[in-house]
């Protein structure tokens, strides 16, 4: 089924010609710009087997004959465009027509007409492109992610990051990778997504509440990483090398894919390593901040005509130091650090050493994916997860404990579900699917001290169905209902003495979504989703001092769903050699927000004092814009332009909500240069700038500081790439922070502390086989 | 064959979920409950206590302060004894702190009472659970005690008890009412 897809996408057509002898078959073919439906002129087509090629003239078309018969592997490749590959057989003279994505590193999906079950026919789909992720290889999941408008990264410190959609993250935003809902211990902000990017293809973001497919935990959107996987039926083992190396924190990022078809499976194994020191802020190094991360997948997948399988086997592991300067006892401890201008704690040289306070991550993640074809309208698929998540924090402590963990928690979770799908006619079809959630959380003895989270079970059947019906050509409308069912088993210590509670929650989540393209130039996509979100077991129970954060959590048993409604339309103006033109509009209104409330006194300790915050409930709204210009000065130049504001507002308090991301402006221009025609090398130049405001609306009393002041930042690359040959290497050299500007970041939870990273010059190296 | 992988899986995840009930855990907490201040006039006399206890931890119950009045013109030798008295028997902090005095400090900030060193660490700089408390005239004030894990020995002022270049991060933080008849 993905195999059609993907060789659907680039190959339009193959057809066979008259018949030939040996040796005196001819090959031609057609490049067409995905975009303009013209011919793409100077595309080069290389038969490494062969070491023949050839270029496509003014029409497109290009012409290899006096070839043997046998099997051939295809790369087609275009100034500014991803190399495509393909693997033929020929056996006689063949026409091939190829269609060729002359696009960005930025991406608004805007195919209206979705192969596959998705729920996205009304919401705002973006993706961040291979081309992207090719040359920028050391960077987190929330860090690509905040390349599209409207998602941000919030930040504790240089390591830990988790994508931020439309002002809401954490319980609020579903995180999925490869086709799997990863479970961890999402709720903190200081906890980042148990997810390496550094093999995936593609990420995406769905911006506009998913949870009819995927839960309440999606209330604010989803984003999707995919690994880079390989399904043509090219039998021989192909994948990626990448090497980068980043001069702040001097860190070392390797990263390999494999993938290879035997038979009807298709297999892929990734693997990547990740190791960074002390970064640097232009004046100080900040102490502890290094990062150690690896990951290893493998996945197998039989793919027949009836029917297929999926295997997928993830393991990822995250060591990360925590900043030793944010790591303070009490609100004295807290004022001493805000108002010093250069943090405790900060050395003149650099270390690669990792020591408490520091995070140690985890995951394990099973899954099995099945799918049927009952007959050709038919289709059942089945599921199942499970994913193993520990997660273990360290600080600096007396009697040399500082080697045992204050947080240590195992968290299993177990996910079965069943997907039928039916198309009834080619206009209407639907789908229903149950879902079983059983997660698990442990909290292991020995860590000698009070457990922020309780032991507790999570029992959750979710039952839902989606109806799409499409309207003439261009039009598809989409409705959706899920019900769920959280039901909450907990065991936790009341002074002292142990307690057990349950509680049970319902929710019904309703959506409905439109997309149409009026005449291959409007796209229009609205999406309204009813999400009732039930309140997780941090809001319920958590009872003590959040690591770093100097903040006394209390949950509240007693709160009850939160309900948000949100709307986000999406209009897309493509204007051909006027560029591309994209603005999404959002508007979420949630009644009962849940979210941490301050108390006027602080909680007196023997260590001092500390801020206290419990969970409670008020009106809340939040609403915004953000819009995407790219256009095509030459034909191998592109500008893009950016920029978005998110706005929000507690009805009850009449204030900010805390975290909601400050309005920016980015600009980038890249031009792709020939160095050689002939050998088809090429050189991209990039240069952007992004400004970020100063969040100015968020009162002096509502933080412990102003919100810091606003910033530019200029990034820069220049990238190497040799298509016509046997070992296409591409090389970049990337200048992140390019001025070495010293800012604070208004999402970075350490901006109290310390400032961002300075300058940092990379090099990256790609190897693809 | 494709039932039986499925069965095989349901039956795998029926038994996670059946030996995953959980058993609790009396963790052996690693809290500090109890600062007592022991004040002994030097020339002899009755012993003053300062006290901070907080026996369930932080949040719940409020701390109990108590802080018995002081003598003028008197030099007292002070002792402070650390405890988790949440433990039966209470466990001794204080033995914890000696162990690594090098990574810790008690810092005096009064605004009635003079607080010198009178012990010291393994490099010779200050540690803070000795020390002589010198009163003058009558009158109230406040005295904070504060522990600090980690702090930088060698910054300006931190041997002679300037809390603010220390650094580090509090351990104990309190404070008392003080008054001198």
């Keep these: 089924m993905l195999k059609k897809i993907t060789i659907l996408f680039f190959i339009l057509k193959i057809s066979y010609l008259h ?43 290009w012409i290899i004959d006096g070839l043997c018969p046998g099997a051939y592997h295809l790369k087609i490749d275009h100034l500014g465009c991803e190399s495509k590959k393909l693997f033929l057989t020929i056996t006689k003279d063949t026409l091939i027509q190829t269609k060729l994505e002359h696009h960005t590193e930025l991406l608004s999906v805007v195919d209206v007409m979705d192969q596959r079950y998705s729920s996205s026919v009304g919401k705002a789909n973006y993706e961040v492109t291979g081309k992207f992720l090719s040359k920028s290889a050391s960077l987190s999941l929330a860090e690509v992610a905040k390349l599209i408008p409207g998602v941000d990264a919030v930040r504790s410190g240089s390591n830990i990051s988790k994508p931020l959609i439309h002002g809401l993250s954490g319980n609020r935003v579903a995180i999925m990778n490869d086709g799997i809902v990863i479970e961890g211990q999402q709720w903190g902000m200081d906890h980042s997504p148990e997810v390496d990017v550094s093999n995936a293809g593609s990420v995406k973001v769905l911006k506009g509440s998913a949870a009819i497919l995927y839960g309440s935990m999606a209330t604010a959107g989803v984003v999707i990483s995919e690994s880079d996987i390989n399904v043509s039926s090219d039998p021989h083992l192909h994948g990626k090398f990448r090497y980068n190396f980043q001069s702040n924190g ?33 004046t100080y190094y900040l102490r502890n901040t290094g990062l150690s991360e690896q990951s290893l997948d493998y996945i197998a997948q039989r793919i027949r005509d009836k029917s297929s399988i999926k295997y997928t086997f993830k393991l990822y592991r995250f060591n990360a130091g925590i900043l030793r300067s944010a790591h303070i006892g009490n609100l004295t401890d807290l004022k001493g650090a805000i108002t010093r201008e250069i943090p405790f704690f900060t050395e003149e040289n650099f270390k690669y050493t990792i020591n408490a306070p520091k995070q140690a991550v985890n995951h394990a993640t099973f899954n099995v994916n099945y799918q049927k074809t009952l007959s050709p309208s038919k289709n059942y698929y089945l599921k199942y997860t499970t994913q193993i998540n520990n997660r273990k924090e360290f600080d600096v402590r007396r009697a040399e404990r500082t080697g045992t963990p204050v947080v240590d928690m195992l968290l299993t979770s177990n996910h079965f579900e069943t997907l039928y799908e039916h198309k009834i006619n080619h206009s ?7 879902a079983l959630r059983v997660n698990v959380n442990y909290n292991i003895p020995g860590t000698g001290s009070l457990t922020l989270l309780p032991d507790y079970r999570l029992f959750n059947p979710n039952l839902f169905g989606i109806i799409t019906k499409k309207i003439k050509n261009h039009t598809q409308i989409e409705g959706g209902l899920r019900y769920e069912n959280h039901q909450y088993f907990v065991e936790r210590f009341v002074n002292r003495t142990l307690t057990k509670n349950s509680s049970n929650f319902h929710s019904l989540n309703a959506n409905f979504g439109i997309g149409s393209r009026i005449k291959d130039v409007i796209t229009f996509k609205a999406d309204l989703s009813y999400v009732s979100r039930p309140p997780q077991i941090n809001e319920l129970y958590s009872n003590g001092v959040h690591q770093g954060l100097v903040a006394f959590e209390l949950g509240n048993v007693s709160l009850t769903n939160e309900n948000s409604l949100k709307s986000v339309i999406d209009v897309g103006l493509d204007l051909h050699h006027f560029g591309h033109f994209s603005f999404a509009f959002f508007a979420h209104r949630i009644n009962n927000f849940i979210y941490l409330l301050p108390r006027r006194e602080p909680i007196l300790t023997i260590r001092g004092a500390f801020f206290a915050f419990d969970y409670t409930n008020s009106d809340t709204w939040l609403r915004g814009f953000e819009g995407i210009y790219k256009v095509n000065l030459a034909h191998s130049s592109e500008l893009l332009l950016s920029g978005g504001v998110t706005r929000s507002f507690n009805r009850d308090t009449k204030e900010e909500i ?15 240069l020939y160095i050689s025609k002939s050998k088809n090398q090429e050189i991209n130049f990039s240069v952007g700038l992004e400004h970020t405001f100063e969040n100015q609306i968020v009162s002096a009393s509502q933080d412990l500081l102003p ?31 390019l001025l070495n500007e010293t800012y604070r970041n208004y999402l970075n939870r350490f901006r109290y502390f310390a400032d961002e990273p300075g300058r940092s010059i990379d090099v990256t190296l790609l190897y693809n086989f | 064959m494709k039932k039986n992988l499925f069965y095989c899986l349901a039956f795998v995840a029926s038994i996670m979920l059946i030996s995953s009930c959980t058993k609790e855990d009396s963790n052996d907490e690693e809290l500090i409950t109890t600062l007592t201040y022991k004040l002994t006039p030097v020339g002899g006399g009755n012993a003053v206590t300062l006290s901070f206890r907080d ?26 004894t650390i405890l988790n008295e949440s433990e039966s028997p209470s466990d001794d902090i204080t033995a914890e702190i000696k162990a690594e005095d090098k990574e810790h400090q008690f810092f005096f900030e009064s605004s009635i009472l003079k607080v010198e060193y009178t012990d010291k660490d393994a490099n010779g700089n200050p540690l803070g659970l000795l020390t002589k408390v010198s009163t003058t005239a009558p009158g109230t004030g406040k005295l904070k005690v504060t522990l600090k894990h980690e702090p930088n020995k060698t910054a300006s002022g931190v041997k002679d008890g300037k809390i603010s270049n220390a650094g580090g991060e509090t351990d104990i933080e309190v404070e008392f009412n003080i008054t001198v008849q």
Excluded at chain 1, 259 to 280: E, I, N, P, V
Excluded at chain 1, 658 to 672: E, H, Y
Excluded at chain 2, 58 to 79: F, H, M, R
Aim: aromatic share 10%; hydrophobic share 35%; glycine share 10%.
């Design chain 1, 428 to 434: 209407l079809k639907y789908l229903l699917g149950t």
């Design chain 1, 250 to 282: 001097l860190g070392n990022h390797i990263a390999l894919n494999l993938s290879k078809k035997s038979g009807d499976w298709h297999q892929y194994l990734g693997a990547a390593l990740k190791r960074t020191g002390d970064m640097k802020t232009p």
């Design chain 1, 658 to 672: 805390l975290w909601t991301p400050p309005p920016f402006l980015k600009t980038q221009f890249s031009q792709d």
């Design chain 1, 19 to 61: 018949g030939q002898t040996a040796c005196s078959i001819t090959l031609k073919g057609k490049i067409v710009d995905g975009h303009e439906q013209a011919g793409l002129e100077y595309a080069s087509i290389f038969l490494p087997d062969v070491n023949r090629f050839a270029y496509s003239d003014k029409n497109g078309e």
């Design chain 2, 55 to 80: 026996i369930d931890g932080d949040g719940g119950n409020a701390p109990v302060i108590s802080a018995s009045p002081l003598k003028a013109n008197t030099v007292y030798n002070g002792e402070l």
């Design chain 1, 707 to 737: 919100p810091p002041p606003g910033y530019t930042l200029v990034n820069a690359d220049v990238t190497y790439k040799q298509s016509i040959s046997k070992r296409p290497i591409q090389i970049t050299l990337s200048f992140r922070n």
